[in-house]
């Protein structure tokens, strides 16, 4: 696994668009910190390029990635090679690659910048974990969607349809829900509805972090209330978790299945 | 009039026989108390630089007091210190510390009483539960103290300058912090608040309650722990005050209850939770205020009629303007916006496109609080901008006709 894992990896270390994803982020990282001068209101354009284009990138990068190394899958196929370690090698390779860039772009720039003596370090920290977490969990389910599809377009198009879905749509129906039931009692229900998606939740993560958050008030002395304590902390990565490690497992399970 | 003559004639003499009497270690008088007991009306008592133990010194003739190098009097958290019940009486130049807290009595550094004509300048205040008191005492001066609280809970701490039923009160250049509320007004009118600066207090930093007719002008209120609250008066004028830094999920720049027929004018609220929050105020008119980096700008709560917003910025607010209701009847009209996205053909200075100040997701969370749980969604952003090119849910006629295409000065 650990050798389809590096294969992968430096293979798309290879390619352009790596350099290219890495550069914008490394761009962005400077654009913001220099021109700006105010850390913590960096952090908050960060995080709103971040929970929009990681999942986006992810997606992407995940569905091309498979499609195109079809070939070599099936090469490696043929070998007396597990059939688990050949995706998950391959999965890692991806995710990981993306993540790099994610983490070097932007993190390069605010150590030049002097992040270590700043206090926005955990804010910082925070919005590469859920970066990363973010790539992880969508390249995830973008594998699962290319395993299942072999027709590439019908892929790339449900594909794009559940990163459309997690978020954009998903935050329609949720706010609908709070509107229909506004004469309830909504804590459970806006925690619930948050804690199911991923970009909802690593959005509300990171919010409550940053000054911004008094602005949700009673709501947001709620969810402060939750996320701030180590339990809700806890929870929410363990969410973040289950939500990376349950699309892998599907993933693992189909390939052993799947007639190539 | 040969009584009046007499009485000018017998207060001139008494002035001119006016005597300064010194107290220090070495002088015929070693307390303040003792001090005052052998002093004649309009007398000067004089307090060199020393430290005094002394607490419940009542002043209960019109004399002028004053501390050379600051002289220090400890009450030794025994109670009040200072207690004025004659009028004209002038405190200068004192460092007042360790006032008593009780429960059942509120002490004071400085107390007036029933007094009118009273000077009260110069004076440091520290380790205090209450700073100066005014008790049904009019026409006084207060300014250049420094009020320096420690207060940590609101229960057991008191009010930096407290007046209640006290009218035509100046009080000017004082620097209050660390108590519960800075400077706070109950039942007093014709009042002047001037160039104050009320900081990191633990509630407010101004609070009035039916206090009409006065004047707050150039006052500095920053980091205060629900910002500034004014309730049930008429005829107010705050004038180029600067509300700062109010931060916090119940905190607001100000906070304005049953106020009607004021004037806000030239006033700026920067880095406000809430920069203004109205509630049930009517005919006030907001003028050239500067409202910059507030969570929301101004928060219209309900019942409030005929207010004027004229000529003022709001500048990159997270929202401008929240409104909780279909039916508006309040004027903005020539503000300048950030958010303006319109155009301007002629180049007269003022946008062609009329400007909607109250977006879709502000009026969802004045709605149903918990939708602010979708702050910064990309879904949220997408229906703002198709709310602002077709309004159904806000109001149709909230409108700025005239948006200024470049920030206001003046």
């Known amino acids: ?260 | 009039m040969k009584h009046i003559t007499l009485l000018v004639i017998m207060s001139i003499n008494a002035l001119t026989s006016a005597q300064v009497v010194e107290v220090c270690k070495n002088c015929d008088f070693k307390s303040i108390k003792t001090a005052i007991i052998q002093a004649k009306p309009f007398d000067t008592i004089l307090i060199k630089k020393d430290t005094y133990k002394e607490h419940d010194i009542e002043i209960n003739k019109p004399l002028t007091i004053v501390g050379q190098d600051y002289p220090i009097i400890d009450g030794e958290l025994k109670g009040e210190i200072l207690t004025v019940v004659s009028d004209s009486v002038t405190v200068d130049g004192l460092y007042i510390i360790n006032v008593g807290t009780s429960y059942t009595e509120d002490h004071a550094a400085v107390r007036i009483k029933r007094s009118t004509h009273f000077t009260i300048k110069n004076l440091i205040l520290e380790k205090l539960f209450f700073g100066i008191y005014l008790e049904k005492s009019n026409f006084g001066k207060i300014f250049n103290n420094k009020i320096i609280g420690e207060a940590i809970q609101e229960y057991n701490s008191g009010n930096g300058i407290q007046l209640w039923y006290s009218n035509n009160i100046d009080i000017v250049n004082n620097v209050i912090e660390h108590v519960r509320d800075g400077i706070y007004l109950e039942f007093s009118n014709h009042c002047l608040i001037k160039n104050n600066v009320s900081t990191e207090n633990l509630r407010y930093g101004l609070h009035f309650m039916f206090s009409n007719d006065n004047i707050y002008q150039g006052n500095t209120f920053k980091n205060n722990g629900a910002g500034v609250a004014v309730m049930f008066s008429k005829n107010i004028k705050m004038l180029h005050n600067t509300f700062m830094t109010n931060w916090g999920t119940a905190s607001y720049g100000m906070l304005l209850k049953e106020i009607n027929d004021a004037e806000i004018i030239g006033n700026t609220f920067h880095e406000n939770t809430i920069g203004i929050n109205i509630e049930g105020s009517n005919r006030i008119v907001y003028k050239n205020n500067d409202f910059s980096h507030n969570g929301w700008a101004i928060k219209v709560r309900g019942a409030c009629y005929t207010n004027q917003f004229l000529e003022n910025n709001f500048l990159y607010n997270a929202f401008d303007i929240a409104y909780n209701s279909k039916v508006n009847d309040n004027v903005f009209d020539h503000n300048y916006w950030s958010g303006y996205t319109g155009y301007d053909l002629d180049r007269d200075g003022i946008g062609d496109v009329p400007y909607r100040p109250v977006k879709l997701f502000s009026y969802l969370v004045n709605r149903t609080p918990e939708t602010i749980i979708l702050l910064r969604s990309l879904f949220m952003d997408l229906i703002d901008f198709s709310e602002k090119v077709s309004p159904v849910f806000t109001p149709d006629n909230l409108l700025d006709f005239h948006p200024s295409t470049t920030q206001i000065q003046w």
């Not at chain 1, 997606?59 to 070939?71: A, C, D, L, P």
């Not at chain 1, 070599?72 to 390779?93: N, V």
């Not at chain 1, 978020?167 to 129906?173: C, E, N, Q, S």
């Not at chain 1, 709501?219 to 339990?231: E, L, N, V």
């Open chain 1, 1 to 260: 696994m650990l050798k389809i894992l590096k294969y992968s990896f430096f293979d798309l270390m290879r390619s352009r668009w790596s350099y290219v994803y890495l550069l914008f982020y490394f761009l962005l990282g400077i654009v913001l910190l220099f021109l700006n001068n105010d850390l913590s209101k960096a952090v908050i354009t960060l995080m709103n390029v971040i929970i929009v284009l990681a999942p986006l990138i992810g997606t992407i990068f995940g569905v091309m990635y498979y499609y195109n190394s079809r070939e070599f899958t099936e090469l490696l196929l043929a070998q007396p090679l597990k059939r688990s370690s050949i995706f998950l090698g391959q999965y890692l390779g991806v995710a990981l690659s993306l993540s790099m860039s994610l983490i070097l772009g932007l993190g390069v720039p605010f150590l030049m910048y002097g992040l270590l003596q700043s206090s926005a370090i955990w804010n910082f920290s925070l919005l590469l974990i859920t970066g990363t977490f973010l790539t992880f969990i969508f390249t995830a389910l973008s594998f699962n969607i290319a395993l299942s599809n072999e027709n590439k377009i019908r892929g790339f198009g449900y594909a794009m349809l559940l990163w459309l879905f997690l978020a954009v749509i998903y935050d329609g129906f949720f706010l609908m829900a709070l509107i229909l039931f506004e004469d309830y009692p909504l804590d459970k229900l806006s925690l619930v509805g948050t804690m199911l998606n991923p970009i909802d939740l690593s959005r509300t993560l990171i919010l409550l972090k940053l000054d911004i958050s008094a602005l949700m008030g009673y709501t947001g002395a709620i969810f402060k209330k939750f996320f701030g304590t180590d339990y809700g902390l806890i929870l929410s990565i363990f969410m973040l978790i289950l939500w990376t490690i349950l699309p892998v497992m599907r993933m693992v399970f189909k390939a052993k299945k799947k007639d190539f």
